[in-house]
């Protein structure tokens, strides 16, 4: 997965070159009217929020001048390291990189003249993250996790992050896990924690049988604890509560059957017989 995943990318950045990099510079009164800050390739980018032609400084901070007085502007793909750090360095001070960014590769996701988006984006937020991670949200989903079809960004730092996966929190993403709550931290930004550290409650939780707490039972665990990865797909999926069809381990794929009911459910996983629960059991 990861090789396929490293090849898309490949393969979109050298689109991004194809369409932007390789573009020629100007030359003759092209040349000389970009020098003068009147840029022919502002001129003509599509209809969008140009950039505004105001100057020589305009070109100039990532379009190099050619040394010995030349009139022509280097391309952007040509200068190394990339131009974008400089004004925006804050966004690579991460242990954790996104390829694209780690690479330098920043025209991969961002247009560098001219877009529809104030962040330069070559296209819609989602459409765009998932051309390269095609396979985090599956076609014939019907349930997606929080606010993923807008914005990814919830979750993830877009250019890099403390944290594996590029999250703004911790989130341990092993199917079982001595449970300890920092393990979750990404978690509880949106979800209440309380959920998990009561064995009884009648209002934290709605996996729950009367006032026994399920999510309790499966994840508060000295050892071998169940994750949320263990039991919910993360970004979207088909069973409603994101429930998984089935969890991998190896080879096998453990189904597992969750039968939602007004007053609480059903499941039959791989893992024990099939289990019923009632929120009004007394």
Not at 104 to 133: F, I, Q, V
Not at 215 to 239: L, P
């Amino acid at each position: 997965m990861t090789g396929n995943l490293s090849a898309r990318w490949v393969r979109g950045l050298l689109l991004a070159c194809m369409t932007t990099l390789f573009m020629p510079p100007p030359s003759g009164e092209g040349a000389e009217k970009a020098a003068a800050g009147d840029c022919l390739l502002l001129r003509a980018v599509p209809a969008g929020k140009e950039v505004p032609s105001s100057g020589p400084d305009l070109c100039l901070p990532c379009h190099a001048a050619q040394p010995a007085g030349g009139n022509d502007l280097r391309p952007l793909g040509s200068m190394a390291p990339s131009p974008c750090s400089g004004c925006h360095d804050k966004l690579i001070r991460h242990a954790q990189l996104h390829p694209p960014v780690a690479a330098e590769g920043c025209l991969t996701c961002h247009s560098p003249h001219a877009s529809k988006d104030n962040r330069h984006l070559r296209g819609e937020y989602l459409a765009l993250c998932t051309t390269c991670h095609v396979d985090l949200i599956p076609p014939e989903a019907t349930v997606f996790h929080g606010n993923i079809r807008k914005s990814c960004s919830s979750c993830h730092s877009v250019h890099g992050a403390p944290y594996r996966g590029l999250l703004w929190k911790n989130f341990n993403t092993s199917f079982f896990v001595d449970f300890d709550n920092e393990q979750y931290e990404m978690c509880f930004e949106c979800h209440k924690i309380d959920l998990l550290l009561h064995p009884k409650t009648s209002y934290n939780t709605e996996f729950r049988d009367g006032k026994k707490n399920l999510h309790y039972v499966h994840v508060n665990r000295r050892t071998r604890g169940r994750s949320c990865k263990f039991c919910h797909e993360i970004h979207a999926g088909t069973q409603s509560k994101l429930m998984k069809s089935n969890v991998s381990f190896g080879d096998w794929a453990m189904p597992i059957r969750f039968v939602p009911t007004a007053k609480g459910g059903s499941c039959t996983p791989g893992c024990h017989q099939a289990a019923s629960y009632d929120r009004t059991k007394k």
